[in-house]
């Protein structure tokens, strides 16, 4: 089976930098993927790794470690918009794309 | 424009009844998928379609029966509707995947179905 870990919830403070962070086992692997989705709204991409390090979009980074099975979406300069739930997903082979759980993010002022 | 748009964004059903939900991009992807998202937010793939042929099928039971006309649509068909299907159903859909980021999946705004 996939199994997609991530904490459940944060909590961080305007303009700070926040780190989520996902492990997972899966069969296969075919790049990570998060998403970030507010309340009633759909998820919209946000950044996506396949080889191993950082890359960077603007205030939004994402790690990745293939070895280790391990990656993180790091927010700088969080603004009150950041609020949302955040979703680590894997992909197995062509297509399948699996999900965590999500993080659901607060911001407060 | 509406990349990839569902109807309808609330449907609210008894049980045993039948309905459908519909899905289009304009995208000019190659694949779609439908998703089950619980009341815990559990994102989850139910199928996937390559050029009007299913390619994925997860544990769904066949009640759920979805239907490719065409590339840009995916439509997804209920049966028999019971108390555990409320949830909200998202589709999507991508390229197919060739490990490059241009495959990313784009989604549709959602359909809540409620079953009473």
Not at chain 1, 17 to 38: A, D, E, K, P, R
Not at chain 2, 12 to 23: A, P, R
Request: glycine share 8%.
């Amino acid at each position: 089976g996939q199994n997609i870990d991530q904490p459940t919830e944060m909590t961080a403070t305007e303009g700070a930098i926040v780190q989520i962070n996902c492990t997972y086992q899966t069969s296969g692997f075919n790049g990570l993927f998060w998403y970030q989705q507010h309340a009633g709204e759909a998820p919209t991409f946000l950044s996506y790794n396949v080889l191993d390090g950082l890359e960077e979009k603007g205030r939004f980074s994402s790690f990745l470690s293939r070895s280790k099975g391990y990656s993180y979406l790091l927010l700088k300069e969080l603004q009150m918009k950041d609020s949302a739930s955040y979703l680590c997903a894997v992909r197995t082979g062509a297509n399948n794309l699996f999900f965590g759980t999500g993080t659901r993010l607060t911001v407060i002022p | 424009d509406t990349a990839v748009s569902q109807t309808p964004k609330y449907l609210v059903t008894q049980m045993g009844n039948d309905k459908s939900i519909k899905c289009e991009q304009n995208l000019g992807h190659d694949t779609m998928y439908w998703y089950k998202q619980d009341s815990k937010k559990f994102l989850k793939i139910m199928f996937s379609y390559n050029n009007k042929e299913l390619i994925i099928n997860e544990t769904v039971p066949n009640r759920f029966s979805p239907k490719s006309p065409d590339k840009a649509h995916l439509n997804l068909h209920i049966n028999s509707l019971e108390l555990g299907d409320s949830a909200v159903y998202f589709c999507a859909s991508s390229h197919l995947a060739g490990g490059r980021s241009t495959d990313t999946q784009y989604f549709g705004p959602g359909t809540r179905l409620t079953v009473l």
